[in-house]
């Protein structure tokens, strides 16, 4: 019997589960053209309303995975993690917990995409390094790799081909937030990777795409089950983005706060969650116990092999190292603006996408996909969330190309904060994690 997508949408439509087969035909039909928009979408809103199966989840992603190029680690003798994090405000660990990996005797492969929108992307920090190279070729990538057990570059255009086509129509059709596409678009390039195995860190809270601890949870257990499904060993940690993490939002910016942390020095909150997702990827890597792990990433931290790690891949990738060990060597915004508390009391509200939006504004990310970006923008907390404040305490520093541009970020960046006599209850960091065994709370 011959398939056809009309039948498939009803199909869903009515709540039933597509077989391997029918999402084969589904994906290659798309990605070959034979398959209009038009069906396509109609077939995205079905799977919004009707969900899909763990198994069907994991079937769509490993065919979105095969449907592009995949890349090959089987030349790399050693363990191979991998992380992604769901995109945060002034989420920079990347740069933290990649180097503490390598330090730690293990490879660390990692392809990141640029920012969109209120959320960075690790490749416009890395692209803030002078000389930096993201581009490399895949014997590059190899080499880099194989040399300094890490390599940080920008994902090829290649990977997961029906993942690319299926994104741009889901964010034209209102089916961006539906769990299994979601994650089936993340873990479809995780499998085309090559690496062992993958840590996922997946944001909760005001700045992230999930708003609460219960569909962070669902998302998390989602990809965790494609993982099994596919045989690729994944976790994934839940981390809390209701504030920016760290003090820096913007690129070069977080680019020297990451080396702050590797240096000993940076915010608390910063070091704690990348220490947690470096012993996490440790675990994945069977390197001990969850324990034994969180010592490992703690010694490379204080001895200094983690900065080292850093410094080596960067100078091997064409960046200029100086910038690492202090901020004055990045190109500096031209304008600066402190922005100050209008009335006593505690910080009780820094709402992450609002700050984001503020760096936005400020040059430091873009609003569309193919604008241009200025590396030097951005926003410096000089307080946080709970901590006390006077009138006139400076909260903030802004960096801009222009007054005028600084006077939309003040104007926005005000907005995320909220100052109350009272102090908040504390927050925690990280939630809880999932692994094969399912949810544990933190």
């Not at 040059?363 to 241009?372: L, P």
Request: with cysteine; net charge neutral.
């Amino acid at each position: 019997m011959n398939m056809n997508m009309y039948d498939l949408i009803t199909k869903k439509k009515h709540g039933g589960a597509l077989t391997k087969k029918e999402l084969s035909y589904m994906i290659d039909g798309y990605v070959s053209g034979d398959i209009p928009d038009y069906q396509m979408s109609a077939m995205l809103m079905a799977i919004w309303f009707c969900g899909m199966t763990q198994k069907e989840t994991a079937m769509l992603t490993q065919i979105m995975a095969a449907s592009g190029d995949q890349i090959d680690l089987s030349s790399i003798k050693g363990a191979k993690i991998d992380k992604h994090s769901t995109g945060g405000v002034g989420d920079k660990t990347t740069l933290i917990v990649s180097p503490i990996v390598a330090a730690c005797g293990c490879y660390a492969p990692k392809m990141s995409g640029r920012g969109l929108g209120h959320t960075g992307g690790t490749v416009d920090k890395l692209a803030s390094i002078p000389g930096y190279r993201t581009d490399l070729d895949a014997a590059e990538f190899l080499r880099v790799l194989r040399d300094c057990h890490m390599s940080l570059i920008a994902q090829a255009g290649t990977l997961a081909r029906a993942d690319k086509l299926l994104y741009a129509l889901r964010d034209v059709t209102a089916t961006v937030d539906s769990i299994p596409l979601i994650a089936s678009s993340i873990m479809s390039k995780k499998l085309a990777s090559g690496a062992d195995a993958v840590l996922l860190d997946v944001k909760v809270g005001r700045g992230a795409f999930m708003k609460t601890a219960q569909d962070a949870r669902a998302l998390a257990e989602a990809m965790v089950g494609i993982g099994i499904e596919s045989k690729l060993p994944t976790a994934a940690l839940l981390t809390n983005m209701e504030a920016p993490l760290g003090r820096a939002v913007g690129n070069s910016l977080e680019v020297s706060e990451a080396a702050l942390v590797l240096r000993g020095k940076g915010p608390d909150d910063l070091r704690e969650v990348s220490l947690s997702l470096a012993a996490g990827m440790l675990h994945l890597a069977k390197c001990g116990t969850r324990q034994e792990c969180r010592a490992r990433a703690e010694k490379a931290l204080a001895d200094g092999t983690a900065f080292e790690a850093l410094q080596r891949t960067v100078a091997a990738q064409g960046g200029d190292t100086a910038v690492l060990h202090a901020a004055e060597y990045f190109p500096q915004a031209h304008f600066t603006r402190t922005v100050t508390a209008e009335t006593g009391g505690c910080i009780t509200q820094l709402d992450a996408e609002t700050v984001g939006r503020a760096a936005v504004l400020l040059g430091a990310g873009r609003a569309t996909k193919d604008a241009g970006i200025d590396y030097a923008a951005g926003i410096y907390l000089h307080k946080k969330y709970g901590d006390a404040v006077l009138s006139g305490t400076p909260i903030a520093t802004l960096y801009a190309e222009s007054e005028e541009q600084l006077a939309a970020g003040e104007e926005r960046f005000r907005m995320a904060v909220k100052i109350d006599a009272q102090p908040p209850a504390p927050e925690k960091l990280i939630y809880g994690y999932v692994d094969a065994e399912g949810f544990h709370d933190r």
